[in-house]
């Protein structure tokens, strides 16, 4: 019961968190840091959005499975 309640409010908590994150680099790459720290400070923020944003959707992948809501498509590809 407990692992259905963390599957199912978890990422969405943690997916609205990312919002902040979203605007806040956009600010930092808008006010044009020359910096080369406000550079290296834009990149470590969006590349951390980017990794949260997949481990969320893999989060949210699990949970639309537990309910029977995943949808798998299967095709044949030429690995040559």
Not at 55 to 74: F, M, P, S, Y
């Amino acid at each position: 019961r407990q692992r259905g309640f963390y599957s199912e409010v978890i990422p969405h908590e943690l997916r609205n968190s990312l919002t902040p994150l979203v605007y806040g680099a956009e600010i930092i790459r808008r006010i044009g840091l020359d910096s080369q720290a406000g550079q290296k400070a834009y990149k470590r923020v969006d590349r951390q959005i980017t990794h949260l944003h997949s481990v969320l959707e893999g989060l949210l992948d699990l949970q639309k499975a537990q309910h029977g809501k995943l949808t798998l498509r299967t095709q044949c590809v030429d690995l040559k």
